[in-house]
């Protein structure tokens, strides 16, 4: 319920900006979709690291990512799960997984807003 005294008005304005749309326009918002405004180096480093740790009993992809203590401590845990390879195909494809993780919070943590 509106007294007299409630009688004032607030009013909202916002300025906008229009930017047309030349073909450098339509070129960076394309590139900005496709490398999820991360660059290019951002788009194919998780790619990389994916790549490099597939090559098996190294953990390479850990490495790529500085990750350089983990990538030891599977190496040395793969000698006793190699007994089992059950086990040793599940470190494997963890340490492809965690390359990828591991690299995607690089280039998310390195690109700024």
């Known amino acids: 319920m509106m007294s007299e005294d409630d009688g004032d008005v607030m009013v909202v304005s916002l300025t906008t900006e229009v930017k047309e749309a030349g073909v450098g326009n339509v070129g960076k918002q394309i590139w900005h979709e496709m490398t999820a405004g991360v660059g290019f180096w951002g788009t194919l ?17 850990q490495h790529f990512n500085r990750k350089h203590r983990k990538s030891f401590d599977f190496f040395f845990l793969q000698i006793p799960l190699s007994f089992t390879l059950i086990l040793w195909i599940g470190l494997y494809v963890w340490s492809i997984f965690d390359a990828w993780k591991d690299s995607s919070i690089l280039v998310a943590d390195n690109s700024g807003p």
Do not use: E, N, S
């Open 45 to 61: 480093r998780p790619l990389i690291a994916v790549a490099l740790a597939i090559i098996p009993f190294l953990f390479l992809g």
